[in-house]
């Protein structure tokens, strides 16, 4: 059973600019959390969707957003990007939603200059 | 908002030795997990504890979730060399408007000599 796919592993990107990361959650899990881990703040929630809807949010910016397609693939968009976003970005899936019990793909690297 | 305070940042042992970590909070939380992390990848559960007082075993490593629910250990016996890595803890609660919030330690990490 492959695990939780994310892509792209690297990125750099320009301040101000976009960027959309992608993430595939494991075969019939339905929920998708996504997470932002920095030396300086560790490892912090941003949100978690479940059957397309946004279900639970974290203490993020609005620049922070994200959405669930109906094969619960989700994507996570952050605009105009500032030098403090550059951070390994996670996401972990579960079957049926919670926090708890999420399994946790490799993350994407994000680098802003 | 809630903050979780894990101890000690970082050790260094000997293979073989037994090794305790601990994280503490002002808050309390309804679940306690533990996860391991290793360069270039993303979290592994450990443990996770349900339970205030719960004790809980997984192979070597054994956690406890405090009492007061505001605290929990995790000990490692008889280190590994593959026992590197950062450990962290989490605490998850619900808030006043019914939202799921997990709040993660800023880690231990574990260097074992052979």
């Known amino acids: 059973k492959a695990g939780v796919t994310q892509t792209p592993r690297y990125l750099i990107k320009t301040r101000g600019q976009q960027v959309t990361l992608s993430c595939s959650p494991i075969s019939g899990h339905r929920s998708v959390s996504w997470y932002q881990q920095t030396p300086g703040q560790g490892l912090q929630f941003l949100f978690e969707y479940f059957s397309e809807t946004q279900r639970n949010k974290g203490n993020f910016p609005g620049r922070f957003s994200g959405r669930q397609f109906s094969n619960s693939r989700s994507e996570m968009n952050v605009s105009t990007l500032e030098l403090g976003d550059s951070a390994l970005y996670l996401c972990?899936?579960?079957?049926?939603?919670?926090?708890?019990?999420?399994?946790f793909g490799q993350g994407t690297r994000l680098t802003v200059v | 908002g809630q903050q979780l305070n894990q101890s000690p940042q970082s050790m260094f042992i000997q293979e073989g030795e037994d090794v305790s970590m601990n994280c503490t909070s002002s808050?309390?939380?309804?679940?306690w997990l533990w996860y391991k992390q290793d360069p270039g990848e993303g979290p592994v559960l450990l443990i996770a504890l349900y339970k205030a007082g719960e004790l809980t075993s997984n192979g070597r490593l054994t956690a406890q979730f405090g009492i007061t629910r505001k605290d929990s250990f995790l000990n490692i016996s008889a280190s590994i060399p593959s026992d590197v890595g950062i450990y962290f803890c989490a605490g998850q609660l619900y808030t006043e408007g019914g939202s799921e919030k997990l709040v993660f330690g800023k880690g231990t990490k574990l260097t074992v000599n052979p």
């Open positions: 808050s309390i939380f309804n679940t």
């Open positions: 972990a899936s579960s079957v049926l939603g919670g926090l708890t019990e999420a399994f």
